[in-house]
């Protein structure tokens, strides 16, 4: 199994609250990618990196930052929650670009009240 | 209506059947992927084509590009085939993956 892991798998705030998202990849692939899942919803990005300080928006980036200090870490951050945030999130990894992500983490289930 | 239309969108069979699970899209790809969800939530990439057909074991999957249509086959189906399958395509005007809403399958013993 590629080494990705998401930290926390799981987690209930309230709304307005700052929450960060950590993805920590161990195959020192370049890019890296944050989801997230809703029913009725493919999977739609939030934002992606294309390596160290790299970032950029996907589809659905409103209410939601990212930093990318190191290879191996991708953090997205929702400044101040909100109950529409309430997802489950995914993060991917691959060492190809074009959006075509080779392995994902195992979700992070969020829950805003 | 959405970019990728995947059918049927809940799928049960009985182990051993010959599973067919449809993708179809409305714009221009460079590729088309197949994702496997298991319950707990993992996603696992079960192939990337933009032509033709791959096999992986029991897995078969076939691209139409003219027809913009993909299938994805399982053979000899398991229970622990049971899972949501996921079409996404990269294309359209961003030229990032579009992501279906996924078939769930569930096959019985």
């Known amino acids: 199994d590629a080494g990705i892991t998401q930290s926390p798998r799981h987690k209930v705030t309230e709304t307005g609250t700052p929450v960060t998202l950590r993805c920590h990849q161990t195959?020192?692939?370049?890019?890296m990618y944050w989801y997230r899942q809703d029913p009725g919803h493919g999977l739609r990005l939030i934002h992606y990196s294309y390596g160290v300080k790299d970032t950029d928006k996907g589809e659905v980036s409103d209410g939601y930052s990212v930093s990318r200090s190191k290879t191996e870490d991708f953090l997205l951050t929702l400044e101040s929650a909100t109950s529409s945030q309430t997802s489950v999130y995914f993060c991917?990894?691959?060492?190809?670009?074009?959006?075509?992500?080779?392995?994902f983490g195992d979700g992070t289930r969020l829950s805003i009240l | 209506k959405n970019e990728v239309e995947q059918s049927p969108q809940n799928l049960t069979a009985q182990e051993g059947e010959f599973i067919t699970i449809n993708c179809s899209y409305s714009v221009g790809i460079s590729a088309l992927h197949w994702l496997q969800q298991h319950p707990g939530g993992g996603i696992v990439s079960l192939f990337m084509l933009s032509s033709g057909k791959k096999k992986h074991g029991r897995l078969i999957a076939t691209i139409n590009i003219q027809e913009k249509h993909s299938s994805l086959h399982i053979t000899a189906s398991h229970p622990r085939d049971s899972a949501v399958y996921i079409c996404a395509v990269r294309g359209g005007a961003t030229n990032k993956l579009i992501f279906g809403t996924g078939t769930l399958l569930a096959v019985q013993p």
């Open positions: 195959e020192n692939h370049r890019y």
């Open positions: 991917a990894i691959s060492d190809s670009g074009g959006h075509q992500p080779q392995h």
